[in-house]
Nanobody, 134 residues
Framework: QVHLVESGGGSVKSGGSLLLACESS????????MAWFRQAPGNEREGIAF???????DYADSVKGRFTISQDNTKNTLFLQMNNLNMEDTAIYYC????????????????????????????WGPGTQVTVSP
């Protein structure tokens, strides 16, 4: 199982920025789909961004144009640059690692595709809190 640890969360005013990082065990990015999820109180876990082994990436509509996912393979670190934050972005943010494909209903599906399905990601970090105030 991949070991993941997030950092960079904190409190920021609306319109501000934060950079989240997720350190992982060696060779992770060569074999997995990497993604960022978030969960606000009372809400389901929401997949907001992914990047795959080839560098293909995409974002949920809720963060597109404001958040940027990237990775530094030499340091095995995943990043999420968050700009123009608003109060609706307040949540615990998690990074997750999954296999490239998963089987469901007798078919193979691509893990790195929207909407992201949290149930098919096997490795999770403990999360980091992001709080946006007015």
């Amino acid at each position: 199982q991949v070991h993941l640890v997030e950092s960079g969360g904190g409190s920021v005013k609306s319109g501000g920025s934060l950079l989240l990082a997720c350190e992982s065990s060696e060779y992770t990015y060569r074999r997995h789909c990497m993604a960022w999820f978030r969960q606000a109180p009372g809400n389901e876990r929401e997949g907001i961004a992914f990047i795959d082994r080839e560098g293909e990436l995409d974002y949920a509509d809720s963060v597109k144009g404001r958040f940027t996912i990237s990775q530094d393979n030499t340091k095995n670190t995943l990043f999420l640059q968050m700009n123009n934050l608003n109060m609706e972005d307040t949540a615990i943010y998690y990074c997750a690692a999954g296999s490239r494909r998963y089987s469901s209903g007798g078919r193979l599906h691509t893990t790195c595709s929207l909407p992201l399905d949290a149930e098919v990601f096997g490795s999770w970090g403990p999360g980091t809190q992001v709080t946006v105030s007015p």
